[in-house]
């Protein structure tokens, strides 16, 4: 009878400790999911759902040795929206650009928010030619007015990345682009005025 009492025991020992093993797997699984939550809070712009610029710093990091296309967009005259149809209207027109980043960019191509109403694009792989090619669609998607019946409209820089590349160096060629083309835009909507 001794052997029976101490088998019981002994399963029931095994019972309890695998109920505390599985107890402890959960809560191991949950704990994962609410720290890949908090990272995804700390590297995501929460108006668009696009990478943040912290992120970006790290997804550049991750990258090196590859080669493609750094674009930089910003929203022209995005002040005046806010200012003529308020934030409401900004922050819709914000989240329109982020959409079609995501509808026109690959999905393992880098999205990201900068901030304010300026964006990057990390495409890899890609040409200068097919950049220029997505930037044209990106417009042709935005300029159809909103629901607010605001046409969004951009100014893009290109610059392309490869092997060891300065990240800074990148970024700046392509913000420099960027403004070019801003510059380019003003003066031809000017002039056709």
């Known amino acids: 009878d001794a052997i029976s009492e101490f088998t ?29 939550a908090l990272r995804n809070l700390v590297d995501a712009d929460p108006l668009t759902g696009l990478y943040n610029q912290r992120k970006f710093r790290g997804f550049m990091g991750d990258v090196s040795g590859l080669s ?27 989240r329109q650009v982020a959409d079609a980043m995501r ?12 901030g304010g109403d300026e964006f990057l694009a990390v495409a890899f792989g ?4 097919d950049a220029k090619e997505r930037i044209t669609r990106l417009r042709e998607s935005l300029v159809v007015p909103d629901e607010n019946g605001i046409p969004i409209h951009i100014s893009a ?4 990345f490869g092997g060891d590349s300065p ?17 380019l835009r003003r003066r031809d909507s000017s002039s056709s005025t």
């Open 8 to 36: 019981v025991g002994l399963a029931c020992l095994l019972a309890a400790g695998l109920r505390t093993m599985d107890e402890i797997w959960k809560a191991n699984r949950e704990l994962e999911a609410s720290q890949q």
């Open 68 to 94: 493609g296309a750094l674009i930089f967009l910003d929203v022209d005259k995005f002040k005046s929206v806010n200012d003529n149809w308020g934030h409401a209207a900004g922050d819709l027109s914000l």
């Open 103 to 114: 509808s026109i960019f690959r999905a393992d191509d880098g999205l990201f928010r900068m």
């Open 126 to 129: 890609l040409s200068l030619e």
């Open 157 to 160: 820089g290109i610059s392309e």
């Open 167 to 183: 990240i800074d160096e990148t970024l700046a060629m392509a913000d420099a682009a960027m403004y070019a083309d801003k510059s």
